[in-house]
């Protein structure tokens, strides 16, 4: 195995991701280190290749990624996980150790947002990437847009044969996070109604495993009639076009007799699309915002409706990724989540650039992920 390693590495948000060769990094205490099949492109790494969420720089972005343990760091005897293992890796990597992983809260872990999110660095402190001359590169999560990268063997989970290699990817993210928002935020039950506004690779996946947890209705509301189409495959029971109705909550009464949704989930994370969702919501109905804003956004929320229809707005960040992933891997490898379906677009790490431009576009249906054997 050579020294070096392909990574797409960010240094200026006004051109981009250039790929680079670079060390392949090691991993230390607690850590794995993963050669990536296949990395996931999502929202989230637009806002910071974009600068609209500040991030150090240089940097390697890309935080859903799928791929094989190639090495164990010291102190991963009892992690479970074995040199030849294919993984999953979650985005939201715990530390294991602090206050909010010890009651098992892996989604408020402060290192992974004190020095992860903020500083793109691991636990101890520093980064495990560097450049050819050795100036330190941030690591957006793991930093995935590479060959391999390193990730706490907490946001590991194996993933057995009946999980495609490429695809796949997407379960750290994606799927993840539609989890945590179903199971966690929404604790969406049997017969409920429900709503998904905005259908890319959160809220697609969202859709089949609303679905699957028995949602009487799912209502995937987006701009786009493609994704829409791909919503109702997915499962979606009704689709709207939210530009072709003169009114997104009366089209969504009439659909559920009258009421609006039990849930409305949003994943987006623009202020349009809040007030989509809190429009569509019944009387005691539960909001659930999943996408990130583009830097500092803020939506307009009407107190009066809010506190006189008893309506609340539960707000979820990916999951608990200790015991949240497995399950998601879990039921991935059943068909419950239709990962693969949502997997509509495949680049190369040299077209990087080109994949996210699609990304930026919205001209990718579900998601899209980037191949590290093209």
Not at 30 to 38: D, I, Q, R, Y
Not at 164 to 187: E, F, H, M
Not at 248 to 261: F, K, M, N, P, S
Request: charged share 20%; with cysteine; net charge negative.
């Amino acid at each position: 195995m050579s020294d070096l390693m392909r990574a797409a590495v960010l240094r200026d948000t006004t051109t981009g991701l250039a790929v680079e060769e670079i060390p392949i990094p090691k991993p230390r205490a607690g850590e794995a280190l993963v050669k990536v099949s296949a990395c996931g492109m999502c929202h989230s790494d637009l806002h910071v290749i974009g600068g609209a969420i500040a991030f150090p720089l240089p940097a390697v972005v890309g935080h859903e990624i799928a791929g094989e343990v190639v090495e164990l760091g010291p102190h991963t005897d009892h992690c479970g996980l074995r040199v030849g293992d294919t993984v999953a890796g979650g985005f939201l990597m715990p530390c294991g150790q602090c206050a909010a992983c010890a009651r098992g809260r892996d989604d408020l872990c402060d290192p992974f947002f004190s020095l992860n999110r903020l500083k793109g660095l691991l636990y101890d402190g520093t980064t495990r990437l560097a450049s050819a001359e050795g100036e330190p590169i941030a690591m957006y999560s793991m930093g995935g847009l590479a060959e391999y990268c390193v990730v706490p063997v907490t946001a590991l989970a194996p993933t057995p044969a009946a999980i495609d290699p490429k695809a796949g990817s997407i379960l750290g993210c994606a799927a993840l996070t539609a989890y945590g928002a179903v199971r966690r935020g929404a604790d969406l039950r049997h017969g409920e109604t429900c709503a998904v506004v905005a259908t890319g690779g959160v809220g697609s996946s969202i859709i089949s495993l609303a679905r699957s947890f028995g949602a009487a209705c799912v209502i995937a509301i987006d701009v786009d009639d493609a994704k829409l189409a791909a919503a109702r495959d997915l499962g979606a029971t009704h689709t709207i076009n939210s530009t072709r109705v003169d009114s997104l909550r009366d089209a969504v009464v009439a659909i559920t007799g009258g009421t609006g949704v039990d849930v409305a989930f949003e994943a987006l994370g623009q202020p349009a699309t809040w007030t989509s969702a809190l429009d569509v919501l019944a009387d005691g109905g539960r909001m659930v915002p999943i996408g990130l804003g583009a830097g500092v956004q803020t939506a307009p929320v009407e107190i009066n409706r809010l506190v006189r229809r008893s309506q609340s707005i539960l707000g979820s960040y990916g999951a608990h990724t200790r015991e949240d992933l497995p399950e998601v891997v879990r039921l991935a490898a059943e068909g419950t989540i239709r990962y693969a379906d949502v997997v509509t677009r495949r680049f190369g790490l040299e077209d990087v650039n080109e994949g996210y431009a699609e990304l930026r576009a919205g001209r990718i249906v579900g998601r899209g992920i980037i191949d590290m054997s093209k």
